[in-house]
């Protein structure tokens, strides 16, 4: 849940949650995903915010197969939505699937789930799962579902600005032969659940994974660059997401004149940098205070690349304009 959503507080918490259950929630009170005003589109049907169910014997549920999105949209325009379509099928693809909608439909549909939701500046989530026709390892004739929900979200973290603190996980990234890394896949965000669970019990905002050779690899929902002498250090994305917001702001870091290094960085080097921040759709371009005992100073490189991206994804500004050492559209 998005810090801003607590802010949101239109109704008291559920009575019935125990202590033990909410006690990941970032606030005391906060609004239920199934309990909101608006409208969610579901196999075809655009439907009633609390009408958008499933059945509890559904395939994916239970193995894990759901493939998922996350997106923004600003002032009306969703940022590489052909992009984050066209992963959300090849992510179907990885897992065993075809995505039954469209790449160019979906595109459509986040743009009229959003007009009826009257939103412009929000997040966008596209899922395709198993559906319930079989239960048991298999599900060779198991439906395919797809839904496109939005809503509101601010920052991801509240202490986006400053510069958030991050733990070193327990759990590694798998190899990319023990399952589909590339794939945005939910079974892949079980580890990460538990890993941002546990720093967030410690006062930590997230955490830092390394992978199974252990590399630095990524956070629990976001990919992580490291600066040093003016050069910027990013994982080799070769068993995780390599993500768009990863991807555009490499584009925008050369384009700025910065040299950018993608390889395998160990653990060791983590006190060698000087300015470390992390990307992801959520997440945007979000400054390190601290990393797995190591301290960081956001400073120009994350500066610049954070205000190069702010106005990026609101057609502020375009990368050949970023290359000519201009700022305004
Ligand atoms: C585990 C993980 N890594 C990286 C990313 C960044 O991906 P993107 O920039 O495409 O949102 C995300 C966000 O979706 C993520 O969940």
Redesign the pocket.
Known sequence: MGEQDAKLKLQPLIPALSKDLIMAAPSTSFVPYDDRDGWIWLDGKMVPWRDAKIHVLTHSLHYGSCVFE?ERAYEGKVFRSNDHSKRLHKSAELVGYKCPVPVDELDRIKLEVMNKNGLEDCYIRAFSWRGSEMMGVSAQQASIRTCVAVWFWGNYFADKTKGIRVTMSDWRRPAPDTIPSAA?AAGLYMI?TMSKHKAEAEGFSDALMLDYRGFVA?L????VFLIRDGAIHTPTPDC??N????QTVIELARARGFEVIERHITPDELSTFSECFI????AEVTPVAEMAGHHYKPGNITGTLADDYSLLVRNKITLEQVRAGSKVA
């Open positions: 996350g945005k990460c990524e629990t929902g976001a990919n995780f997401l993500g768009l917001t990863r990307t992801g759709s959520a």
